[in-house]
């Protein structure tokens, strides 16, 4: 097994992994800053690099609507969108997620209007986070592209057949260009192996089958419980996954990602890119003695409560940090399950939550250095009197406002 190592953007590097899984059938309906995935797809199309039968439709609704149809057909399916289109298929995820139909799409999280904003918060996949996807969050260009490979393999793993979502943060992940190490066409095709229906096949006249029923209360509550017990199998799946796709690259994945915990007295949780940045800080506050470590939930969906509550246990004071806001519903939603998760710890730390990036705006080093400064003073009190708070905004102005 061989590795190149070369320069992508985000977004390339999402489009490669696509072109080396040869699905089916792409629809897609273009966004910014998802539109340069499925363009680039469609270069590998026209130019014969792929099979895939290409839909190109007139809104995210109908890329979602034909890709559950595909899917249900018996073929393996993808698409990828962002924001506004991400809220324009709402509907119909909720019914990919119920037919138990294993799309995977990619999500380049960008800002929900209004106002209009382009760039990246995650306000759109998390408004969709009880969907019944499964959701994987994305720190850099290398584990974009690698969580796409693994979530074939997790979509259409029997015990689970379910939806994924890839997200990853847009402009910041998406348009950037950085260093990573792709696998061979080929590599990936015998690790995502040949797509198997996990049922019969919508066009399949000797064993016909119904997709889309009616289910009153009956058989709804039935479904559904069926439907959360997928979800729950998941968990064990993601990191048979992983292992394995450790074992082909060396790169090492889990539901989870913790740095420098093991005798953390202060911590952050963070998704995505913001966990480097984290990072950066905690090495610096190691240098002058002080326990302070990041976690880095790679998996949102399922929620890894279990897993959070044995890594986090022993920390005085953790930080949650949220690119999307509740508005007055207690808090983001990572801090919420988060906190929840930590309810039955046999310690239970205080847990602030700080509210960022929304929009796009940019966490450096210094705002970093606040939460743990401030996470400092948690520690000490051992209580926090203001438990959500917004992080580099100007609050006369939003008061104001």
């Given at each position: 097994?061989?590795?190149?190592?070369?320069?992508?953007?985000?977004?390339?590097?999402?489009?490669?992994?696509?072109?080396?899984?040869?699905?089916?059938?792409?629809?897609?309906?273009?966004?910014?800053?998802?539109?340069?995935?499925?363009?680039?797809?469609?270069?590998?199309?026209?130019?014969?690099?792929?099979?895939?039968?290409?839909?190109?439709?007139?809104?995210?609704?109908?890329?979602?609507?034909?890709?559950?149809?595909?899917?249900?057909?018996?073929?393996?399916?993808?698409?990828?969108?962002?924001?506004?289109?991400?809220?324009?298929?709402?509907?119909?995820?909720?019914?990919?997620?119920?037919?138990?139909?294993?799309?995977?799409?990619?999500?380049?999280?960008?800002?929900?209007?209004?106002?209009?904003?382009?760039?990246?918060?995650?306000?759109?996949?998390?408004?969709?986070?009880?969907?019944?996807?499964?959701?994987?969050?994305?720190?850099?260009?290398?584990?974009?592209?690698?969580?796409?490979?693994?979530?074939?393999?997790?979509?259409?793993?029997?015990?689970?057949?379910?939806?994924?979502?890839?997200?990853?943060?847009?402009?910041?992940?998406?348009?950037?260009?950085?260093?990573?190490?792709?696998?061979?066409?080929?590599?990936?095709?015998?690790?995502?192996?040949?797509?198997?229906?996990?049922?019969?096949?919508?066009?399949?006249?000797?064993?016909?089958?119904?997709?889309?029923p009616l289910a009153l209360y009956d058989y709804y509550m039935e479904i559904k419980r069926a439907q959360a017990e997928a979800m729950i199998k998941a968990k064990p799946v993601i990191r048979q996954v992983a292992q394995e796709y450790e074992a082909l690259t060396g790169r090492r994945y889990d539901l989870l990602e913790p740095y420098q915990l093991e005798d953390a007295d202060i911590a952050i949780v963070v998704l995505s890119s913001t966990a480097g940045t984290s990072r950066v800080v905690v090495d610096e506050l190691r240098q002058q003695g002080i326990k302070a470590g990041v976690l880095k939930p790679r998996a949102f969906r399922p929620f890894p409560y279990q897993e959070i509550r044995e890594v986090l246990a022993q920390a005085k004071a953790i930080a949650i940090m949220d690119r999307v806001d509740s508005y007055a519903g207690?808090?983001?939603?990572?801090?919420?399950?988060?906190?929840?998760?930590?309810?039955?710890?046999?310690?239970?730390?205080?847990?602030?939550?700080?509210?960022?990036?929304?929009?796009?705006?940019?966490?450096?080093?210094?705002?970093?250095?606040?939460?743990?400064?401030?996470?400092?003073?948690?520690?000490?009190?051992?209580?926090?009197?203001?438990?959500?708070?917004?992080?580099?905004?100007?609050?006369?102005?939003?008061?104001?406002?």
């Amino acid at each position: 097994m061989l590795q190149e190592r070369i320069a992508l953007t985000g977004n390339e590097a999402m489009a490669l992994a696509m072109k080396q899984i040869n699905p089916d059938v792409v629809a897609a309906y273009p966004i910014t800053p998802a539109t340069e995935i499925v363009q680039l797809f469609s270069s590998y199309v026209a130019n014969g690099m792929v099979k895939t039968e290409f839909i190109t439709v007139e809104s995210e609704h109908s890329a979602m609507s034909a890709v559950v149809g595909a899917s249900a057909s018996g073929v393996r399916a993808m698409t990828a969108t962002s924001s506004q289109g991400l809220a324009y298929m709402f509907e119909v995820l909720y019914i990919a997620a119920s037919n138990q139909l294993p799309i995977v799409m990619p999500v380049v999280n960008r800002a929900l209007s209004g106002p209009i904003n382009i760039h990246g918060d995650h306000s759109d996949s998390m408004g969709a986070r009880d969907a019944g996807w499964i959701q994987l969050y994305s720190e850099d260009t290398q584990e974009a592209y690698d969580n796409l490979i693994q979530a074939m393999r997790i979509a259409e793993h029997p015990a689970v057949q379910l939806p994924v979502m890839v997200c990853m943060d847009g402009f910041i992940i998406s348009h950037a260009l950085e260093n990573l190490e792709i696998l061979a066409d080929q590599d990936v095709q015998r690790f995502v192996g040949e797509f198997t229906p996990h049922r019969p096949a919508l066009l399949n006249l000797e064993s016909p089958v119904t997709v889309g029923p009616l289910a009153l209360y009956d058989y709804y509550m039935e479904i559904k419980r069926a439907q959360a017990e997928a979800m729950i199998k998941a968990k064990p799946v993601i990191r048979q996954v992983a292992q394995e796709y450790e074992a082909l690259t060396g790169r090492r994945y889990d539901l989870l990602e913790p740095y420098q915990l093991e005798d953390a007295d202060i911590a952050i949780v963070v998704l995505s890119s913001t966990a480097g940045t984290s990072r950066v800080v905690v090495d610096e506050l190691r240098q002058q003695g002080i326990k302070a470590g990041v976690l880095k939930p790679r998996a949102f969906r399922p929620f890894p409560y279990q897993e959070i509550r044995e890594v986090l246990a022993q920390a005085k004071a953790i930080a949650i940090m949220d690119r999307v806001d509740s508005y007055a519903g207690f808090g983001g939603p990572l801090f919420k399950e988060v906190r929840a998760a930590l309810y039955d710890a046999p310690s239970r730390p205080p847990v602030v939550n700080y509210i960022y990036g929304l929009g796009g705006r940019d966490v450096n080093l210094d705002d970093i250095r606040t939460i743990y400064r401030d996470l400092e003073q948690i520690a000490a009190a051992g209580r926090a009197d203001q438990l959500v708070r917004y992080l580099g905004v100007r609050e006369e102005v939003a008061v104001r406002a």
